[in-house]
């Protein structure tokens, strides 16, 4: 289900005009192929709000076939991503359609479990071999959102922004009889916890937002 009023997020997205040609072709594969990627309206959000913030370095866990990283790289062209995918296939396509548009001195794609990989990084971070990150992208399994925010956390930069998509879970979060084969019933115990747990934190600015599929922004009071 989606959730919000298909009628109104239909309304809002009639707005919605693809970056260019190619990354509306690239959208269009994706749905070909049933690759998740952001839904339009949260692309819209994306373009006004992280534009917003300079982000030089960016790190997305869930790449699929790329359409998000190349998409933060044309809006933020000061930015190089680092972004990571599990799947051999989603991997080797967006590798390729990264080198298509050019973009490989920009995109990093690590091939790994997300987990894994961050612990790579913040070994690489406490060794002072990388630098922190201002954007966090996190769009990978949702049963690992916590493991993935607390990793993730001890990457970011002063003023870091961690998002995370998907977050309500096509509204099994909020009814779970929604979930009628029952296949998403450790997801969505864990997402709750993840979501009780961030504002739990005192030392963190929260906002869940009702847009795509539930989008959580997540900023860290550094002092
Ligand atoms: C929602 S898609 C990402 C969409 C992409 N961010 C976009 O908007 O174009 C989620 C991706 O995460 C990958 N994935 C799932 N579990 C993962 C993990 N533990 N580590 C890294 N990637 C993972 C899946 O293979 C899938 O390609």
């Known amino acids: 289900m989606n959730i919000t009023n298909e009628k109104v997020t239909d309304y809002i997205v009639s707005f919605y005009q693809p970056w260019n040609d190619t990354m509306g072709k690239l959208r269009e594969q994706s749905e070909a192929d049933q690759i998740p990627l952001i839904l339009k309206e949260t692309e819209m959000l994306f373009r006004t709000l992280l534009p917003l913030r300079p982000a030089h370095r960016v790190l997305e866990i869930g790449t699929a076939y790329g359409y998000s990283s190349i998409f933060f790289a044309h809006l933020l062209p000061e930015s190089h991503i680092t972004t990571v995918e599990l799947s051999d296939t989603n991997y080797q396509v967006a590798v390729d359609n990264i080198w298509e548009q050019g973009l490989t001195d920009r995109i990093q794609v690590i091939h790994g479990d997300g987990s894994v990989v961050l612990d790579e990084l913040i070994q690489n971070a406490e060794a002072g071999n990388t630098e922190p990150f201002d954007l966090i992208f996190i769009d990978a399994a949702k049963s690992h959102y916590m493991e993935f925010f607390k990793k993730a956390e001890k990457l970011c930069s002063k003023n870091a922004l ?62």
């Open 162 to 223: 961690i998002v995370c998509d998907n977050i309500l879970m096509k509204a099994f979060l909020v009814d779970l009889s929604l979930d009628r084969k029952r296949r998403h019933r450790t997801s969505v115990k864990r997402m709750n916890e993840f979501l009780e747990y961030v504002h739990s934190r005192n030392d963190l600015e929260v906002s869940l937002l009702s847009c795509g599929d539930g989008l959580l922004l997540i900023k860290e009071n550094k002092k």
